[in-house]
């Protein structure tokens, strides 16, 4: 029998905003409910309009954001991208990055590798304009 662990991002993975006292977004961390040993996966839900209060950037993970559903304004360092539906980018390590939903909000899904349990992660309160 094959070894696999399967889960719904929404349901079945704890949403950690309200611990954070973010309202307008749902963030779902899978990579330890999913077992996950070499990368880490989220879902996020954005409500019209949110906008993290904080940018990051990772020291060493590569992270790869898909936008599911809605669209999304990215920041990334002094450039900012529009997502539409299906859009994909690739963002590399040492890059700063933040996210704003459209003005129908707008469903993610961020990859990264490698698992660096977060411990190369760097938050950045009010980057990103007036964030």
Known sequence: MAAFTKLNLAR??????????L????SHFARV????????????????????PFGHEHSEQEEIYVVISGAATLALDDEELALERL???????GTKRNVEAGPDGAELIAYGAPNTENKDAEMIPGWWGED
């Open 23 to 26: 309202e307008g977004v749902e």
């Open 12 to 21: 079945d993975v704890e949403d950690m905003a309200p611990k954070f006292d």
């Open 87 to 93: 859009d994909a980018v690739r963002i590399p390590a």
């Open 33 to 52: 409910p999913l077992e996950l040993e070499r990368s880490g996966v989220s879902y996020f839900k954005l409500a019209p309009g949110f906008r993290f």
